[in-house]
């Protein structure tokens, strides 16, 4: 009768030790939305490099279109004396 009512015990916990509780629940449920605002958060910084760079990009491209146009000889023609 021991062993029976042992048994019946053992299995009663193993099966509640399998169930979630709603505070586990609500845990692994606040675990999940953190990561998710971490994951936000790193897509809109990364966003935000990538138009850094691509400012930084057109800038650069800009000045040496500049310094090219510096560089460039004269269209006018040139003139020479008379004598």
């Not at 510096?70 to 006018?76: I, K, Q, R, V, Y």
Request: overall charge negative; some cysteine; proline content about 4%.
């Amino acid at each position: 009768m021991k062993k029976v009512l042992f048994l019946a015990l053992a299995a009663a916990s193993f099966s509640f030790a399998s169930c979630d509780s709603k505070t586990e629940d609500a845990q692994e449920q606040a675990a999940d939305n953190v990561e998710e605002a971490g994951e936000m958060k790193a897509d809109a910084m990364e966003e935000k490099a990538d138009m850094v760079r691509d400012s930084a990009d057109a800038k650069a491209d800009a000045m040496e279109n500049q310094a090219d146009a510096m560089d460039a000889p004269a269209t006018a023609p040139a003139t020479v004396p008379a004598q």
